[in-house]
T-cell receptor, first 107, second 113 residues
Framework: KNEVEQSPQNLTAQEGEFITINCSYS?????LHWLQQHPGGGIVSLFM???GKKKHGRLIATINIQEKHSSLHITASHPRDSAVYIC?????????FGTGTRLQVFP | EAGVAQSPRYKIIEKRQSVAFWCNPI?????LYWYQQILGQGPKLLIQ????????DSQLPKDRFSAERLKGVDSTLKIQPAKLEDSAVYLC???????????FGPGTRLLVL
């Protein structure tokens, strides 16, 4: 069993839909990251969380430390949101990555 | 602020050949990471440098992979000889310190034939 599990693995949506991507982890962490990877391969850091909730534009990330669970929400989704979204947790001294959620948003 | 630079962006080689990747981190970032990302998987840490010293290379296949960061700035990752299963995107990332956010380069996409 992977230490970081994401769901769903693949997600398709129509433009404008509200999207939720989930991340569960089984190790103790000091922080959790949500990353966005576009088809060209580049990775962008979206959020770093250690508690509570963060919002940036149409993106919202939440974390529940007791339940070892985080969610990434996208409101009013747009085709340019199409990417792979990766959850990564900071364990003792390194990042542990989930396998990613592939999101496709159609016009 | 310039981001993490990597070159080349793409490389195609035949198995048993050698290849080298280069990474220039963000200025002032002491920590540098090399990751291997196989298609459909999340990135896997190969090696982590703190300045020019190795912090973690537990997942680096040392029989064929090597990396150095001689002056604590740029870094090179080498594969010699390459195998088919080395086909992946090799990502370099840097951070101000081990606890800070990592910034990723665009990656080098390697195809081994």
């Amino acid at each position: 069993k992977n230490e970081v599990e994401q769901s769903p693995q693949n997600l398709t949506a129509q433009e404008g839909e509200f999207i939720t991507i989930n991340c569960s982890y089984s190790v103790g962490i000091s922080a959790l990251h949500w990353l966005q990877q576009h088809p060209g391969g580049g990775i962008v850091s979206l959020f770093m969380l250690s508690s509570g909730k963060k919002k940036h534009g149409r993106l919202i990330a939440t974390i529940n430390i007791q339940e070892k669970h985080s969610s990434l929400h996208i409101t009013a989704s747009h085709p340019r949101d199409s990417a792979v979204y990766i959850c990564a947790v900071r364990g003792t001294d390194k990042l542990i990555f989930g396998t990613g959620t592939r999101l496709q948003v159609f016009p | 602020e310039a981001g993490v630079a990597q070159s080349p962006r793409y490389k195609i080689i035949e198995k048993r050949q050698s290849v080298a990747f280069w990474c220039n981190p963000i200025s002032g970032h002491a920590t540098l990471y090399w990751y291997q990302q196989i298609l459909g998987q999340g990135p896997k840490l190969l090696i982590q440098f703190q300045n020019n010293g190795v912090v973690d290379d537990s997942q680096l296949p040392k029989d064929r992979f090597s990396a150095e960061r001689l002056k604590g700035v740029d870094s090179t990752l080498k594969i010699q000889p390459a195998k088919l299963e080395d086909s992946a995107v090799y990502l370099c990332a840097s951070s101000y310190s081990r606890e800070e956010t990592q910034y990723f380069g665009p990656g080098t996409r390697l195809l081994v034939l």
